[in-house]
Every structure is written in structure tokens, then in C-alpha cells.
């Protein structure tokens, strides 16, 4: 390779770097807030996999782009190309780098796994074997209580064992390892909450630990992420992270209430569909009626957007 | 009397079967002729993705607006287990079978495929277990609402009480889809290992050929996985087993095995074949030789390997302890070698090159460029902690399309477009063939781009309604989809229009290399009159040798 031809490459990848990196740092803004200590963590790292894969894409597309442009053969011209079958240099460069890259990203996501791991969201109760439970963060964490999460179709329900406190509404304190047993009474369902990037499948069955530690003050959105049948989509819950006084302010002001059925908008559309003179529908599974709850969730509209 | 009868009847026997009729009659017949079956499974199969097509358009629909108002709820599941079902198993396997059908025979020089009735056979399941799946909108209850995935538990619920619901149908339309292509992969296997002509050794195979062999021994070794599957969730439906039913016991996650451990390797059953379409078509439109054959060719069979061990990638949010997690997440990872290898052998194929741009080579580059955006956000999705939050939404759908659509359609645009004259002995309009590139490149990333940002804000997939906050994306999306929609019927006009008055094609109008080329368009019935003797690797562009031996005292002489 001549100088030229050096200069070229390296000025070229220098442009491609500075246009990834840039890239890397908008992929913060695609997310929803980073609402736990996790999403910081997953956030890192999809920003660094932006970066990389921005410049590999641009890489690609590039050397095609300028082959389109420049390289196109006149009409009438019924040559062919130089014969050239390979390049074992080449080929051995282009295979140990994806290799080497593999390795970093597997490396990096194993080092960012295992720190999500610390703060705890991704154990869980194995076949009904307890794994190691991870080390909390702080013994003031410890009188966190384990708070139930009870999945139907297609209602959620969160019960606090020491108050004996439900609701449809999930309150957490901020800046505190949370930890939720998962269940459900008869499907598969997905306890997701884009806010704090962490999900997990809740089987049947099964009494499934699961662990967070929520860093932002809002109301977020808890999502059926595991498809659960018809009114699947309907089946979301807003999550309150406050203040620990708040929390607690509010766990003795629910205690305090007689339970009442909740709203439950599955239960309502389908009574309002099947009730109406004529139904030609597909019949389907009926809902769970409204869970009975000490707090039962404001109308989601009426307040502030949750994110 | 009798020489006199005998002197007609050889005239009339250049079909393999003595009463085949050799007009149009024949795509409608139980014709042996892999060339026949070919191209009736690539119509049916088209005919799907349209059926298909119209499916997402609605699901499209609903989703254009946040609430779940242009369709009930079930109608709306249905339609999106449809989709899912009918693309993958009515458009996009046998669409590849039958392009493979057509040319693997052509390619190696081999009169038909090893087993012609079984393979006519194979095809004749298509339209049968197509009429099963659709009849499902018929029963009470109506069709399938568990998704493709058909997880139980929801797979297991029957609000009908009915013995025949639209589960048990769907259940034995995938099974039937499962024997048929278990034949077809056995056929394949065979023709490739045994018939190649004379001289054709391994390493002078065309990649096309190299990819439908890795291609169809996945479907050996993963279909016994997914019908065992569908067995056990049929018994659990109709029987009262409790394989799967957790309220008796059963694990619903080990059905999630059965299931990922075909359905994740089915995904390479598809790419496959469509690298091997790129691995033709960059050397004749770049008149240049496929850079460093040998590994493109091997790392076919790398991913055929690598395949079997990554399908827990599907379920890293599911009942999946932290070991196999990151084991899993190692292994997907590695994939990305194999095929990093062929996308820049690609690269290193067009560069500096004679590039022409006719339409198979406008889909082809169109194709490759999505794969790579597809690929990149595959290892994304490989990496634990980023599926965590991605799994189960928008994001994954994003990806899965950018493969099947932008990779797998452009790609089998491209062969249908680049083996036309060969298949009708006419040419295509390559004005319209344009027209169709341009509007299914903008549809494709206007619908699946925009499935990205949503994905990562967290819509799930499978939702009928949404928050109002995902409305802009979804809008796109849905107009992307119209679009795509509407891109089908240039081409379709194109292909009927010059079938019946296009100008007739040559030979070889690409100038390519290739057994395929070297016979009339479209080929005689059992293609070659005098098998070839094959003298060199499959792509000589710009090297002036011969690719068959003229006669064969010369290779004699050579040797």
C-alpha cells in the first residue's frame, strides 16, 4: 500500500470513529429515564454496542456505496473484473477480528451482568430451589419487605405482606433494594418495566424472587411483557416510586381503607362487548373479575403521563 | 399394425411421465419434473405471501391508532398468529424449497432430484396443510390466537370446549408442514451428496448448492424437535395429558425448548439459502470471482453446526438460570463469525469490480445492507443484560423483519428476478423492476425502522392497543407497511406480463457462469442431453477458462 492509500484509510476511520462515538452518546436519549440502578448499567452498555456496530455498519455501507458510485461499468462495456479469488491475509484479519470483538462483547456483557447480578434482579427461584441470594447493598436495605406480585388474567395485584396491604398500583421507596416474589394463578405472564430495564417471565407454578433497586422518583409503567391471551395488552399497572417516608405514608393510609374491587379495564371491555344485543364474536377465555384492593389505582389518565 | 403404433409413441415421450402434459396443464399436475415443482411451489408460496401480507396489513391497521378499536381483541390475536404462521410456513420454506427444487439439479447437472416422487409429494402438502390452517377461520371459536410460538399455557386454553378448535388445527397444519419438508430435506440431501456431475467436487459447487445442503440438514436434525413438541401439546389439548399444564403438574418451559430448539436453527433453514443467492449474484453483476469461495462455502456449514446450540437465546427472561444465560449469550455471539465472514467476502467480491445494476443486483445490495443492520442488532439482542429489556418487544420484531424482509425477501426477489429468463424463457421489464426495488427498499425500513426506538421505550409485541406515547412510530411503521403492501403489484404485474409477452431470453443473458446457464431458457425436461464434465471452480469471471469440458477425450488429455 502506498502512503496515499494509508492516509486515505486512516482518514476514513478516524471520520467513521468520531461519527460512532456521537452515535454511541444519542443512544442514551432512545430509552425511557434510567429509573433503577440497572438501567444505568444496560444503558452503558447498548451505547457502547451502538458505537461498535455504527461503525462496522458504516464501514460496510461505505466501501458499497463508493463501489455504486464509482465502479459502475459503461453500457457497452462487456469486460470483466481483475480475477482475484481471495486474500488469505485478509481473510485471516477478517475472521480474528469478529473473534476478538465476540470475545469483548461477551466479556462486557458478562462484567454488566454480573453487577446487575449484585444488585440483585435476575435470581430467582430455580425449579423451586433457592440460588445464592445475592449480597444487599446495605443492612438499612434489609427492612425492605418482600412484596407479592400476583399476575391473572389479566390483572395485576401487589400485596404487602406486613401491612397487609393490596393494591393495583405498585408503590416503591426510592433508593432502596426492592425485592418482589413473582405469581401467577394461570398463564404465563412478563413482569416488565422499561423505566428500570428488567423483566422476567412469571411461570406458573413457580415462586419466582426478583430483585431491583429503583434510583428516580415518578410513575412508571409495569407491563405484561409474555404474551397472556386475549386482553393481553390491557393488562399494565402504573408503578409510584417516592420517598421511603412517602412510601410508608401511604402503606398506612391504604391499610387503613376497606377493600373494594378495583377498576379492571380486561373485566370491563369484555362485559361490554358480550353484553351488547348481539355478540358475533370468537369466544374467549373470561377474565378474572376485579381484584378486591385496599388502594385501587387512579384512572392513569387523569394524572400525570407515566413514563 | 403394431410397428406402426410403436413409431408414434416415441415422439411423445419427453415428459418423464408418459400421459404429463407439457403446456400450463402441468403446474396443475402431479408432475415429477423438479423444474414443474419448482415453480409450483414458488406460486403457491407467493400466493401465501400475499394472504400473509394482507394479515399484516391489518394488524398495521389497528395499530395505527393507540386504542384497539378497527378489530375485536381476538380477531386481532388471530390475525397476528396468522401471520406469523403463514409466513414462515406457508411463504418463506417453501418459497426457498422451491427456488432450491429448480436449481440445485441445474447447478450440479443432474437430470431431476434423487427422489422425484417424494418430492412431488413434498409439494403437493403445501396447498393441503394451507387449506387446514385457513379452514381454521371457519371453526367455532376461530383460529389460533396463541401466537406462532404457541406457548402453553394460553396454547392450552379452549373457552369453545370444542374437540376440533382452531389450536388442534394449527397444530396439524405445522405438523404436516414438518413431514413435508422432512421429505423435501431428505431429497435434497441425497440429490446434493450423490448426483453432482462428473468432475463436480465439493469445492466446485456453487455456494447456492453448499447453503441448501447446510440449510437442509437443519431441518434433519431440528424438525424431530418441534414435532415431538407439537405432539405432546396436541395430547395435553385433546387428551387431558399434562406434558406442559402446570396446574397438573406439567412445565410449560420445557415446551419452550422443543420449540426454539427447531424454530431458533429454522431461521438459518431461511438465511441460508438467501447467502447462497447473494453468493451468485455478486459475481456475475460485479464480473469478479467470489472472493475466498472456500471459507464462504465452509462457514455455511460453521452456522449449520453453531445453530444447535444458541436456541435459549429465545427465553433468556423465561425460566433460564444464570449459567445458561451467559453460555447461551457466547455461543449466539459467535454466529455473528461465520457470517461476518461471508458479508465482507461480499464486500471484497463487489470492490473494484464492473459493477451493473440491473434490478437482481439492485435487491441484492438492497438485501445485503439490511442483513448487516439486521446482524447488528442481533448481537445486541444477544447480549444478556440488553435482552433483558428488549426481549418481548418491538425491538425484537424489528430485528426478526429486518432479517425475514429486508434480507430474506430482497434476496429471493433478487434470484426470482436474476433466474426469470431461465425459468420462462422471457426477460422481465427491468423498468418495473425498478419501480418494485425503490418501493420495497423505502416500505421496508419505513415499516421496521421505526419498530426500533419503540422497542427500546418499551412497547411489548403482540399488543392490540398501546399508550399514546407510541403513536408517531407506529403511524410510520403502518404507512411503511401500506407501502410494501402496494410494492408487490409492479412485480406482480411484471411477472405475469412478461411471462406472457416478454421478449425472449437467450441462453445466458447475464453472461454468467454456471451449468444452469450453459442450457436453453427454459431448460429441456431433464435439463442436460449429455451430463457435463466440470472442469473448474464455479466462478471464473475475468479468467477466460472453460467451465465444462468440451469433450471428453480433452479432459482426459488434461488429467
Redesign the interface.
Known amino acids: 500500500m502506498n502512503r496515499k492509500t494509508l492516509l486515505t484509510l486512516g482518514g476514513v476511520t478516524i471520520v467513521l470513529a468520531l461519527i460512532s462515538l456521537w452515535m454511541g452518546q444519542q443512544a442514551y436519549t432512545?430509552?425511557?429515564p434510567q429509573a433503577a440502578a440497572e438501567a444505568q448499567?444496560?444503558d452503558d452498555?447498548?451505547s457502547f454496542?451502538v458505537t461498535l456496530?455504527t461503525f462496522?455498519?458504516l464501514g460496510?455501507?461505505g466501501?458499497?456505496t463508493y463501489?455504486?458510485l464509482f465502479?459502475?461499468?459503461g453500457r457497452y462495456?462487456?469486460?470483466?473484473?481483475?480475477?482475484?479469488?481471495?486474500?488469505i491475509t485478509?481473510?485471516v484479519v477478517?475472521?480474528a477480528i469478529?473473534?476478538v470483538?465476540?470475545i469483548w462483547?461477551?466479556g462486557y456483557?458478562?462484567q454488566?451482568?454480573d453487577q446487575?447480578?449484585i444488585l440483585g434482579p435476575?435470581?430467582?427461584v430455580?425449579?423451586g430451589m433457592a440460588?445464592a441470594e445475592a449480597a444487599p447493598l446495605s443492612s438499612a436495605d434489609q427492612s425492605v419487605e418482600r412484596i407479592e406480585v400476583r399476575s391473572r388474567q389479566w390483572a395485576w395485584e401487589f400485596y404487602y405482606p406486613e401491612q397487609q396491604v393490596t393494591s393495583t398500583e405498585l408503590h416503591l421507596p426510592n433508593n432502596r433494594r426492592v425485592k418482589l416474589v413473582l405469581q401467577s394463578a394461570?398463564?404465563?405472564h412478563?413482569f416488565?418495566v422499561?423505566?428500570f430495564?428488567?423483566?422476567?417471565?412469571i411461570?406458573?407454578?413457580?415462586v419466582?424472587d426478583f430483585e431491583f433497586t429503583p434510583i428516580r422518583e415518578g410513575t412508571y409503567?409495569l407491563?405484561?411483557?409474555?404474551?397472556?391471551?386475549?386482553?393481553?395488552?390491557?393488562m399494565?399497572a402504573d408503578v409510584v416510586v417516592e420517598s421511603p417516608a412517602a412510601y410508608h405514608q401511604w402503606l398506612t393510609a391504604a391499610a387503613a381503607q376497606t377493600p373494594t374491587a378495583a377498576a379492571n379495564p380486561a373485566f370491563e371491555?369484555y362485559n361490554r362487548?358480550t353484553k351488547a344485543a348481539i355478540n358475533p364474536?370468537?369466544?374467549?377465555?373470561?377474565p378474572a373479575p376485579p381484584p378486591i384492593v385496599n388502594y385501587s389505582a387512579q384512572d392513569s389518565s387523569a394524572k400525570d403521563?407515566p413514563? | 399394425m403394431t410397428d406402426s403404433s410403436l413409431e408414434v409413441i416415441p415422439a411423445q415421450t419427453e415428459q418423464p411421465l408418459p400421459d404429463a402434459p407439457d403446456n400450463w396443464k402441468r403446474f396443475f399436475s402431479f408432475s415429477t419434473d423438479h423444474k414443474v415443482i419448482g415453480i409450483q411451489y414458488i406460486v403457491t408460496s407467493f400466493f401465501f405471501f400475499l394472504v400473509g401480507g394482507i394479515f399484516a396489513m391489518i394488524i398495521r391497521g389497528e395499530l395505527i391508532t393507540p386504542e384497539?378499536d378497527l378489530l375485536?381483541?381476538?380477531?386481532y390475536?388471530?390475525m397476528f398468529t396468522m401471520h406469523g404462521t403463514v409466513m414462515l410456513f406457508l411463504w418463506t420454506f417453501p418459497v426457498l424449497v422451491g427456488l432450491s427444487n429448480y436449481l440445485v439439479p441445474l447447478m450440479i447437472g443432474a437430470r431431476d432430484m434423487a427422489f422425484p416422487r417424494l418430492n412431488a409429494a413434498a409439494f403437493w402438502m403445501v396447498p393441503v396443510f394451507g387449506v387446514i390452517l385457513m379452514a381454521s377461520f371457519l371453526v367455532?371459536?376461530?383460529p389460533s390466537?396463541?401466537?406462532w410460538?404457541a406457548?402453553p399455557?394460553?396454547s392450552l386454553?379452549n373457552?369453545?370446549g370444542n374437540l376440533i378448535t382452531g389450536q388442534v388445527l394449527w397444530i396439524l397444519a405445522v405438523a404436516i408442514s414438518g413431514v413435508s419438508s422432512i421429505m423435501g430435506a431428505i431429497n435434497f440431501v441425497t440429490t446434493i451428496v450423490r448426483m453432482r456431475a462428473p468432475g463436480m467436487t465439493w469445492f466446485r459447487m456453487p455456494v447456492f448448492v453448499w447453503t441448501v445442503l447446510s440449510a437442509q440438514i437443519i431441518q434433519l436434525f431440528g424438525l424431530p424437535a418441534l414435532t415431538a413438541g407439537a405432539v405432546m401439546l396436541l395430547l395435553d389439548i385433546t387428551v387431558g395429558t399434562s406434558f406442559f399444564d402446570?396446574?397438573k403438574?406439567g412445565d410449560?418451559?420445557l415446551f419452550q425448548h422443543f420449540f426454539w430448539f427447531y424454530s431458533h436453527p429454522a431461521v438459518y433453514v431461511i438465511i441460508l439459502p438467501v447467502f447462497g443467492i447473494f453468493s451468485e449474484i455478486f459475481p456475475v453483476y460485479?464480473?469478479?470471482?467470489?472472493?475466498?469461495?472456500?471459507?464462504v462455502a465452509i462457514s455455511s456449514l460453521v452456522i449449520t453446526g453453531l445453530s444447535g446450540l444458541v436456541w435459549v437465546h429465545h427465553m433468556f427472561?423465561?425460566?433460564t438460570?444464570?449459567w445458561m444465560?451467559?453460555l447461551f449469550?457466547?455461543s449466539t455471539?459467535?454466529i455473528?463469525?461465520p457470517t461476518?465472514?461471508k458479508?465482507?467476502?461480499w464486500?471484497?467480491t463487489?470492490?473494484?469490480?464492473?459493477?451493473?445494476?440491473d434490478t437482481p443486483m439492485l435487491f441484492g445490495?438492497g438485501g445485503?445492507?439490511m442483513f448487516?443492520?439486521a446482524g447488528?442488532?442481533g448481537?445486541?439482542l444477544a447480549?444478556?443484560?440488553?435482552d433483558?429489556?428488549v426481549?418481548?418487544?418491538y425491538f425484537v420484531v424489528g430485528h426478526f423483519h429486518y432479517v425475514i424482509y429486508g434480507a430474506v425477501v430482497m434476496g429471493v426477489y433478487a434470484a426470482f428476478y436474476h433466474w426469470f429468463p431461465k425459468m420462462t424463457g422471457r426477460m422481465y421489464s427491468e423498468g418495473l423492476g425498478k419501480l418494485h426495488f425503490v418501493l420495497t427498499l423505502i416500505g421496508t425500513n419505513l415499516n421496521f425502522f421505526p419498530m426500533h426506538?419503540l422497542g427500546?421505550?418499551?412497547m411489548?409485541?403482540?399488543?392490540?392497543?398501546?399508550?399514546p406515547?407510541f403513536a408517531f412510530w407506529n403511524v410510520l411503521a403502518s404507512l411503511g407497511a401500506f407501502l410494501l403492501g402496494m410494492s408487490t403489484l409492479p412485480f406482480i404485474l411484471n411477472m405475469i406480463g412478461s411471462w406472457v409477452q416478454g421478449k425472449p431470453a437467450p441462453g445466458n443473458p447475464w453472461?454468467a457462469i454456471g451449468l444452469e446457464w450453459l442450457v436453453s431458457s427454459p431448460p429441456p425436461v431433464e435439463n442436460f442431453e449429455e451430463i457435463p464434465v466440470v472442469v473448474a471452480?464455479p466462478?471464473?469471471?475475468?479468467?477466460q477458462e472453460p467451465l465444462i469440458a468440451t469433450d471428453v477425450h480433452s479432459l482426459e488429455a488434461s488429467s
Open positions: 432512545w430509552f425511557p448499567l444496560v452498555l447498548f454496542l456496530g462496522i455498519f460496510v455501507v466501501a458499497l463501489a455504486v465502479q459502475r461499468v462495456d462487456f469486460s470483466d473484473g481483475p480475477p482475484i479469488e481471495g486474500n485478509l481473510e477478517w475472521t469478529p473473534i470483538l465476540v462483547i461477551a456483557s458478562y454488566i451482568y446487575m447480578s435476575m435470581e430467582h430455580h425449579m440460588t394461570d398463564v404465563l412478563g416488565f422499561p423505566a430495564r428488567v423483566k422476567q417471565d411461570i406458573p407454578g413457580r419466582i409503567r407491563r405484561d411483557s409474555q404474551y397472556s391471551g386475549t386482553y393481553f395488552a390491557a399494565q371491555e362487548t364474536g370468537w369466544k374467549t377465555v373470561i403521563k413514563v | 384497539a375485536d381483541r381476538p380477531v390475536n388471530a367455532p371459536g376461530g390466537q396463541s401466537g410460538w406457548y399455557p394460553v386454553q373457552p369453545t402446570p396446574a403438574g410449560p418451559v460485479a464480473r469478479k470471482p467470489l472472493f475466498g469461495y472456500k471459507v427472561a423465561s425460566g438460570p444464570g444465560r451467559m449469550m457466547f455471539m459467535l455473528s463469525v461476518g465472514i458479508v465482507f467476502a464486500v471484497a463487489i470492490w473494484g469490480g464492473k459493477l451493473r445494476l445490495l445485503m445492507v448487516v443492520f447488528i442488532t448481537i445486541m447480549s444478556v443484560p440488553i433483558i429489556h426481549n418481548n418487544t426506538p427500546l421505550q418499551g411489548p409485541r403482540r399488543v392490540a392497543s398501546y399508550d406515547e453472461r471452480e466462478y471464473g469471471y475475468g479468467k
